[in-house]
């Protein structure tokens, strides 16, 4: 018997918490986990599910246009903001409660209360007043939207959290940032009719991703009707009347009705009581870990974006499985962060696996590089002028495939299934024995012939 109310506390039930605390309790260990929102964490109640349900409502307006193309006529149609949130209010409660229900029926207690950690074995339950005791404790506790604090009244801007309980869709909303999930919003709102400028301090966008991606997603953007603004700084947002005026740095002042920062996120270890016994933290609020989730106080784990090794979903899931292996399976899980397929819900979509052509070059030197742009087959009737990009990033020397990057309809789809290639090492060749489907966008990744040569690109900032 431990000497502890629990063998593991978990703070946090989000993602990695969940699944961590699942895999303990399979195990035979007895957890508990304390969660001060909901159940789910913010993948499940305002991250990529309701994310992805409002990019899907987006696309109508668009489908609606192409249908014509097709011998369709489209009646009048009209949009409704107050049913799209009520029935992904009613989606998310569902997933809410499969959650809840699956810790329970796992043997997971769940406490309903801020924790906060008074030493490295005592949590104490904010919300209810008490202490626990366990024996490992992993905090799991995510991160938090940010805001910055030079921007004169930055009071009136809303983050991601508040994007999915708007009271009304403004006619006009700036999005602030150039992350996927600034271009993922900036996507949503203009599908669903909004006025949308994206407002962005640097040269591109989605800085880290393929230069092609950035630049191609730009020019789609703007084909869209995006007000896409670079180099741009606000520097104060004054409540007028019922609008916003916007100023920016140059002078300019933009009339909104929204301001949506969305210029990156913190990983919640603050306050916590984390330094106060040693857990060692960095400069951008990350907790350090090892290559075993496992932080400088050694029965104190951490998963997660709260760790900043890669924020996602998927990431977060596998740490929190991989700790719960390590510590209560005898069986010791290092998470491998070298390749990771991912997309980006912006329209039209992106999917990447593996190194960009900048970071083959500088890791690699000698590169080929496989790339076409072509109309997509629905394009030809609708008349729409949206171009499909796919990108193969090849080692010379061994031939093998470093990286795919794509853009166009399901790209988010197709790099998973080519996710599991780049992970296995596939080669050009390899590539080019699949057999291809037939008629397809993605039969063109097995049928790219041509080297492309170089300009050699330069990332941007
Ligand atoms: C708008 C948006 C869209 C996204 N889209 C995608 C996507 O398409 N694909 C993808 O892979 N990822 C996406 N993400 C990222 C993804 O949501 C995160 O990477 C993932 O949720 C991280 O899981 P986690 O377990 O680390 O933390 P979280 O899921 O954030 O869970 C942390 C939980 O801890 C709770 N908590 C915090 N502090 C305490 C405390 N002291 N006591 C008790 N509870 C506490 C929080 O309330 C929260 O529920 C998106 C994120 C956002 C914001």
């Not at 629990?6 to 989000?14: K, N, T």
């Not at 002042?253 to 960095?282: C, D, F, Q």
Request: hydrophobic share 40%.
């Amino acid at each position: 018997m431990t000497k502890y109310d629990y063998d593991l506390f978990v703070i946090g039930a989000g993602s990695g918490g969940v699944r961590a605390s699942r895999i303990a309790a399979s195990h035979g260990a007895k957890v508990a986990v304390a969660e001060e929102y909901r159940v789910g964490g913010t993948c499940v109640i305002r991250g990529c599910v309701p994310k992805k349900l409002f990019v899907y409502a987006s696309q109508f307006s668009e489908e609606f246009e192409d249908a014509e193309g097709f011998g369709w006529t489209v009646g009048e149609t009209r949009f409704s903001w107050a049913k799209l949130i009520a029935n992904k209010d009613k989606e998310i409660d569902r997933l809410n409660g499969i959650y809840i229900r699956n810790l329970e029926r796992s043997g997971v207690a769940i406490i309903q209360s801020r924790a906060i950690l008074k030493d490295a074995h005592t949590v104490h339950l904010v919300g209810e007043g008490r202490d626990v005791t366990a024996d490992k404790i992993l905090i799991a506790t995510g991160a938090t939207p940010f805001l910055p604090h030079d921007v004169k009244g930055i009071e009136h801007a809303i983050t991601s959290n508040e994007a999915f309980h708007l009271e009304e869709l403004p006619d006009h909303i700036i999005v602030v940032g150039g992350g996927y999930i600034a271009v993922e919003f900036t996507g949503i709102f203009n599908g669903l009719g909004v006025k949308t400028a994206l407002l962005y301090r640097a040269d591109r966008i989605l800085r880290g991703f393929d230069e092609d991606l950035r630049v191609g997603l730009m020019d789609e953007m703007r084909k869209k009707g995006v007000d896409l603004r670079t180099h741009a700084h606000i520097t104060e947002i004054e409540r007028k009347g019922g609008k916003l005026h916007v100023t920016l740095k140059d002078g300019t002042v933009i009339e909104t009705g929204a301001v949506h920062y969305a210029t990156g996120r913190k990983p919640n270890s603050r306050g916590l009581g984390l330094e106060e016994i040693g857990v060692s933290i960095r400069k951008n609020d990350a907790i350090e870990v090892d290559a075993y989730s496992q932080t400088s106080v050694p029965n104190i784990y951490a998963v997660g974006d709260v760790t900043d090794r890669a924020a996602l979903t998927p990431i977060a899931i596998r740490e929190g499985q991989a700790f719960a292996e390590t510590v209560f399976n005898n069986n010791p899980i290092a998470v491998d962060h070298s390749v990771i397929p991912t997309a980006v819900f912006s329209q039209p979509e992106l999917g990447t696996v593996g190194l960009t052509e900048h970071e083959a070059r500088e890791k690699f030197g000698e590169i080929d590089i496989y790339k076409t742009s072509f109309r997509p087959m629905k394009h030809t009737m609708t008349g729409r002028e949206e171009k499909t990009f796919m990108k193969l990033v090849v080692d010379q020397k061994s031939e093998r495939v470093l990286g795919v990057h794509l853009m166009g309809p399901s790209s988010g789809e197709i790099i998973q299934a080519v996710g599991i290639a780049v992970t296995m090492g596939a080669t050009k060749k390899q590539f080019d024995q699949t057999v291809a489907v037939h008629p397809s966008a993605a039969e063109e990744l097995v049928t790219l012939k041509e080297k492309w040569a170089p300009p050699v690109q330069k990332a941007a900032d």
